[in-house]
């Protein structure tokens, strides 16, 4: 978190600590500051303050959300998602559904398949499609002006999944229900925001009275989040161009490299995630050699790796599912990072194949 | 394991290994390894009880230029995942 961001978590916990429901001057004070952060948070997001809500995290947002729009779409009993959703919402869309659960697939950029997802919504039994705005492990954009136009058509409510996107790049124009994650753009975690267009319809669900965030919202957080997203949108474009270039360098160095295969859409992509497959590679091993030289050129966190387990993800691209690379360029990556891991990865990588006793890759 | 047996079906060029019980990378390296010496058109059958290999062997036969065949369960739980070399 910048200092800003740390500013503002500090007067939240000053000023914000009173439970925002209640009547008396502190408890007022803390709803004033919820609310103005809601707005700011609402603003940036795309969204109207009355409809956006803060969730104790995005899973929760994500669960909450479907099975309110789910249980309002009364007489419909299918969910449509593309195959590359996040785990949390096919597992709560699979949950709110009963199984009646319908993955379309993708292409080998991890766009998905127009045609047979408006097939699927020709059925008039769809009670919510989910496709997702950017992708957490490949970074690929969705070209939801399409998906949007095509679940408009068959009139089913659409839930895009920005959370790995917003704060990286312009937020999505085109849902009827968005979830976002605050981390994601430099806030603090335990924090999720949901936003409803006023049009969709959605139902509580439990009984507390207050689905979204039950047993309270973390004012400090709100406020916190509200003001990092206020300061990533200032650096958007600068730190989004700057990203996306040393990504670009990462991609054609990788790409050039015996058996490394980049994957995700070259173009139409976070600018800040980048990923790469290393044949007879175990993953695990190159990340920890990988954390052992970060550790000795000092560099802090310059970039954060992530093994993937077989994942979905790759198996829905066709791409290999070992040896996997995902780099997530946090915005204090310099140059300088980026030429130091590209000097290491290939040792690294055959280091790796030698070990292992693979054969020459011709 | 990870043993190769060339005398599968005498007289065609078709070989198996055995990856049964490796976790991946190693049933797409002992793949590459039995296809190093191999005349194209030979066929391999890798036998894997690790499902990632159902998406790495289509995808190592993409990447190295040769030509993923289709995927057959076998007894016991395993698939058996065939490539033609090139």
């Known amino acids: ?362 | 394991m990870g043993g190769r047996d060339d005398a599968v079906e005498p007289g065609s060029a078709h070989i198996t290994v055995d990856a049964t019980g490796l976790l991946c990378p190693l049933p797409i390296i002992e793949l590459a390894r039995a296809a190093r010496d191999l005349a194209p058109g030979t066929e391999i059958s890798v036998v894997c009880t690790d499902l990632a290999a159902r998406t790495d062997v289509p995808a190592w036969a993409r990447m190295t230029g040769h030509e993923f065949v289709g995927e057959k369960k076998t007894d016991g739980g395993a698939v058996a995942l065939t490539v033609r070399l090139r």
């Open chain 1, 1 to 362: 978190m910048t200092n800003r961001t740390l500013d503002a978590f500090q007067s939240g916990l000053a000023d914000g600590w009173a439970d925002p429901t209640r009547l008396h001057t502190e408890s007022r004070r803390a709803r004033q500051l919820l609310d103005s952060a809601r707005e700011a948070i609402a603003e940036e997001i795309g969204a109207q303050a009355e409809h956006t809500h803060l969730t104790p995290s995005p899973h929760l947002g994500l669960e909450r959300v479907i099975a309110g729009v789910y249980a309002a779409r009364r007489g419909r009993d299918r969910i449509v998602a593309s195959s590359v959703e996040r785990d949390a919402t096919l597992h709560a869309a699979d949950y709110v559904c009963g199984g009646a659960l319908t993955l379309v697939g993708v292409d080998h950029h991890g766009h998905l398949d127009l045609d047979a997802f408006a097939g699927e919504l020709e059925v008039p039994d769809v009670a919510l499609a989910a496709v997702q705005h950017g992708n957490h492990e490949i970074g690929t954009l969705q070209r939801l002006d399409a998906v949007a136009e095509r679940a408009a058509a068959a009139r089913v409510p659409l839930l895009v999944d920005a959370t790995a996107s917003i704060g990286h790049v312009e937020p999505p124009e085109y849902w009827d229900a968005l979830v976002a994650n605050p981390a994601d753009w430099g806030g603090p975690a335990g924090l999720g925001v949901v936003a409803l267009r006023p049009r969709t319809r959605w139902l509580p669900v439990w009984p507390e009275g207050d689905d979204w965030a039950p047993g309270g919202v973390n004012v400090p957080a709100v406020l916190a989040a509200a003001v990092a997203l206020q300061e990533r949108r200032e650096q958007l474009e600068a730190t989004s161009v700057r990203l996306a270039r040393l990504v670009d360098t990462i991609r054609a160095a990788a790409a050039s490299w015996p058996g490394v295969e980049v994957v995700g859409d070259p173009d139409s992509r976070l600018p800040h995630i980048v990923t790469f497959s290393c044949l007879y590679v175990d993953g695990e091993a190159l990340l920890t050699s990988l954390d052992r030289a970060g550790i000795a050129v000092g560099s802090g966190s310059a970039c954060t790796t992530s093994s993937l387990e077989p994942s979905r993800v790759l198996a829905s691209i066709g791409a290999l599912t070992h040896g996997n690379v995902r780099l997530g360029l946090h915005p204090g990556v310099t140059e300088a990072d980026v030429d130091r891991l590209l000097a290491l990865l290939p040792r690294e990588i055959e280091q790796l194949r030698r070990e292992a006793r693979a054969p020459e890759i011709g």
